[in-house]
């Protein structure tokens, strides 16, 4: 069984940054894909970032530019640093390990962008 740990959310301002991480047991990290999701109150849980087993990344369009995923592979982790926050990112993040026909979810972190 996998479990997920994600961290790092918290309360910014809006243009501030934050990075998020989540950690994984197990051993299947690296063989992975790894994802990274946002659910705004009210609102569908919808995908943002992923990277790949071997490194590839794709974005969602609205934090294309602003936003890099990357893991960690020795360390079983993986990050979303996020950059020029908005209000509307409000939402808790979370992270999904993808293997075969298998995927677990963490549980989240809250990110709360707000002056």
């Known amino acids: 069984q996998v479990q997920l740990v994600e961290s790092g959310g918290g309360l910014v301002q809006p243009g501030g940054s934050l990075r998020l991480s989540c950690a994984a047991s197990g051993n299947i990290f690296s063989l992975a894909v790894m994802r990274w999701y946002r659910q705004a109150p009210g609102k569908q849980r919808e995908w943002v970032a992923m990277?790949?087993?071997?490194?590839?990344?794709n974005y969602a369009p609205s934090v294309k530019g602003r936003c890099t995923i990357s893991r960690d592979n020795a360390k079983n982790t993986v990050y979303l640093q996020m950059n020029s926050l908005k209000p509307e990112e409000t939402a808790v993040y979370y992270c999904?390990?993808?293997?075969?026909?298998?995927?677990?979810w963490g549980q989240g972190t809250q990110v709360t962008v707000s002056s």
């Open positions: 999904n390990l993808a293997l075969n026909a298998n995927a677990y």
């Open positions: 990277i790949t087993s071997g490194g590839s990344t």
